[in-house]
């Protein structure tokens, strides 16, 4: 069982993972997903299972981490250049 604000999904190596649920905003993990419905179907009383590796998943989750640290660095970028 995934803590709050995660959810957990299969990956098709058999990888577990618990993913936070603002990676939802993130256009790879939603293709993902719908690629998993076309090919899996929806489960009904089991976990997702994404069509892709652990070794995928980690790099797509990194893009994520990368894009959010350069979004906060542009957004303390700018306060900083409103308060010159």
Known sequence: MARKG???????D????????????NNIIRELLKI???EFGLPCNGPITLPCDAVFMEYAIS????????????????ITNNHR
Do not use: C, G
């Open 6 to 12: 995660h959810f957990v999904v299969y990956l098709a």
């Open 14 to 25: 058999q990888t577990q993972l618990v993913i936070p649920v603002k990676y939802l905003e």
């Open 36 to 38: 998993a419905e076309d």
């Open 63 to 78: 893009l994520q981490v990368a894009v959010y640290h350069l979004h906060i660095s542009t957004i303390k970028s700018k």
